[in-house]
């Protein structure tokens, strides 16, 4: 089991950056596929982008292609989420989640984060 929690959140600008970390605890989270999912006021939550366990695959939605970044670091138990050129449409809660490959990268893995809140004004 891992517990997940998130940091990085805020109020920004439309055009500017931010990044999102997620701490894991336990020993083995370099066996864990990794997510971002978001989740707008009055809509459902929706996968951002996820990674596979060791980095090497990376999947993104189209409207953040181009824009977020996905990376983990295995040594340090944290996946992070780079976010450019933020729009306003990119405001709601960013949630991490995970669970132990092959889990949670075809759908949502069973263990969550408390949430992060991104805001971009316009």
């Known amino acids: 089991q891992v517990q997940l929690v998130e940091s990085g959140g805020g109020l920004v600008q439309a055009g500017d950056s931010l990044r999102l970390s997620c701490a894991a605890s336990g020993r083995t989270f370099s066996m864990y596929n990794m997510g971002w999912y978001r989740q707008a006021p009055g809509k459902e939550r929706e996968v951002v982008a996820r990674?596979?366990?060791?980095?090497?695959?990376?999947y993104y939605t189209d409207s953040v292609k181009g824009r977020f970044t996905i990376s983990r670091d295995n040594a340090k138990n944290t996946v992070y989420l780079q976010m450019n050129s933020l729009k306003p449409e990119d405001t709601g809660i960013y949630y991490c989640?995970?669970?132990?490959?092959?889990?949670?990268?075809?759908?949502?893995?069973?263990?969550w984060g408390q949430g992060t809140q991104v805001t971009v004004s316009s």
């Open positions: 989640n995970g669970d132990r490959a092959p889990k949670g990268w075809d759908r949502r893995g069973d263990y």
């Open positions: 990674i596979n366990w060791n980095g090497a695959s990376t």
